[in-house]
């Protein structure tokens, strides 16, 4: 009989490490439960049972949220691929046997990568995997990165400045730089222009803590130029149409232009560099077969 309490802990290994993984997502103990289907307390009991069989503390507890501890940390890194690998086995089967016919594709991009990146690699997932919903979540970067942590979603893709430790960013396609300005503008009629030719005249930006204000600000002042924002609007599209009607110029990234605009552009990647967009993923994480196969798409696609 010596040997049943550890038989018994490792049949429920898995359970526990499932609770404790959707506790460290969520940083409650409740919502984890919530997800799981389970009471608080059938959870709770879950993670101390863990913490009594390493021996160690997994979370800090402040009040209803809980935060991981440095050992929490390396079990969940250790534990979640293997929690969603099991949890995926019959997709992941069935994926390796030729069949992948069903399951939930969730993606995380901005509103510039939906509209003018996305569509085509979406078809053809779309035509080649009919069965699998695809779930396109609009996001701005900061929330992206929150949702890819939570594993919320199974992958993002967007463009970075800044890549944190936690994650990887794989550029897959570059575009250029270029001011955009309504077709009377003084400026439209130049071929080439100085950062000091735009000084005089506003800009027309995305919002403040996004990447592109960031990197205006970082050209304007690494030559010593000036430059005025007179009106923060969201979305390429919003700016594009108020550069037409006559509101300002813009600094934009040329994934954005179709031809079809009623704007004159010239180009700036003397000043600025080509902007990636990428696939952006958690370490660690394990890849369902649906997002494996929609990045096979998106390589085959841009590279």
Same mark, same amino acid.
């Given at each position: 009989?010596?040997?049943?309490?550890?038989?018994?802990?490792?049949?429920?290994?898995?359970?526990?490490?499932?609770?404790?993984?959707?506790?460290?997502?969520?940083?409650?103990?409740?919502?984890?439960?919530?997800?799981?289907?389970?009471?608080?307390?059938?959870?709770?009991?879950?993670?101390?049972?863990?913490?009594?069989?390493?021996?160690?503390?997994?979370?800090?507890?402040?009040?209803?949220?809980?935060?991981?501890?440095?050992?929490?940390?390396?079990?969940?890194?250790?534990?979640?691929?293997?929690?969603?690998?099991?949890?995926?086995?019959?997709?992941?089967?069935?994926?390796?046997?030729?069949?992948?016919?069903?399951?939930?594709?969730?993606?995380?991009? $901005?509103?510039?990568?939906?509209?003018?990146?996305?569509?085509?690699?979406?078809?053809?997932?779309?035509?080649?995997?009919?069965?699998?919903?695809?779930?396109?979540?609009?996001?701005?970067?900061?929330?992206?990165?929150?949702?890819?942590?939570?594993?919320?979603?199974?992958?993002?893709?967007?463009?970075?400045?800044?890549?944190?430790?936690?994650?990887?960013?794989?550029?897959?396609?570059?575009?250029?730089?270029?001011?955009?300005?309504?077709?009377?503008?003084?400026?439209?009629?130049?071929?080439?222009?100085?950062?000091?030719?735009?000084?005089?005249?506003?800009?027309?930006?995305?919002?403040?803590?996004?990447?592109?204000?960031?990197?205006?600000?970082?050209?304007?002042?690494?030559?010593?130029?000036?430059?005025?924002?007179?009106?923060?609007?969201?979305?390429?599209?919003?700016?594009?149409?108020?550069?037409?009607? $006559?509101?300002?110029?813009?600094?934009?990234?040329?994934?954005?232009?179709?031809?079809?605009?009623?704007?004159?552009?010239?180009?700036?990647?003397?000043?600025?560099?080509?902007?990636?967009?990428?696939?952006?993923?958690?370490?660690?994480?394990?890849?369902?077969?649906?997002?494996?196969?929609?990045?096979?798409?998106?390589?085959?696609?841009?590279?």
């Amino acid at each position: 009989m010596a040997g049943t309490p550890q038989i018994h802990y490792k049949q429920n290994r898995l359970k526990q490490l499932r609770a404790f993984c959707h506790a460290a997502q969520t940083g409650s103990i409740s919502e984890a439960a919530e997800r799981l289907y389970l009471s608080q307390p059938t959870v709770s009991l879950q993670i101390q049972a863990l913490e009594r069989e390493l021996e160690t503390v997994l979370f800090e507890r402040r009040g209803p949220k809980i935060k991981l501890t440095p050992e929490g940390e390396t079990l969940y890194k250790l534990s979640q691929p293997l929690v969603e690998g099991m949890d995926k086995l019959q997709e992941t089967f069935a994926a390796s046997c030729g069949k992948l016919e069903s399951g939930e594709l969730n993606i995380a991009a $901005g509103e510039s990568t939906i509209l003018y990146i996305l569509p085509e690699p979406i078809r053809r997932f779309a035509e080649r995997y009919p069965g699998i919903r695809v779930k396109l979540h609009n996001v701005t970067g900061r929330d992206g990165m929150a949702m890819l942590r939570a594993d919320e979603t199974d992958l993002a893709i967007g463009s970075m400045l800044e890549i944190p430790d936690d994650v990887t960013y794989q550029p897959v396609v570059n575009y250029a730089p270029v001011l955009i300005t309504p077709l009377d503008h003084p400026l439209a009629k130049k071929e080439s222009i100085q950062l000091h030719d735009i000084s005089p005249y506003g800009l027309i930006l995305p919002p403040h803590h996004l990447s592109t204000w960031r990197m205006v600000d970082l050209v304007f002042k690494q030559h010593n130029a000036n430059y005025n924002v007179t009106l923060e609007a969201g979305g390429w599209e919003v700016i594009k149409k108020y550069v037409e009607i $006559g509101l300002g110029i813009s600094i934009v990234t040329d994934v954005c232009l179709t031809g079809e605009e009623q704007i004159s552009t010239i180009p700036l990647g003397e000043y600025f560099p080509d902007r990636s967009y990428g696939i952006v993923l958690r370490r660690g994480k394990f890849l369902s077969p649906q997002a494996k196969r929609f990045l096979e798409i998106v390589k085959e696609m841009f590279n």
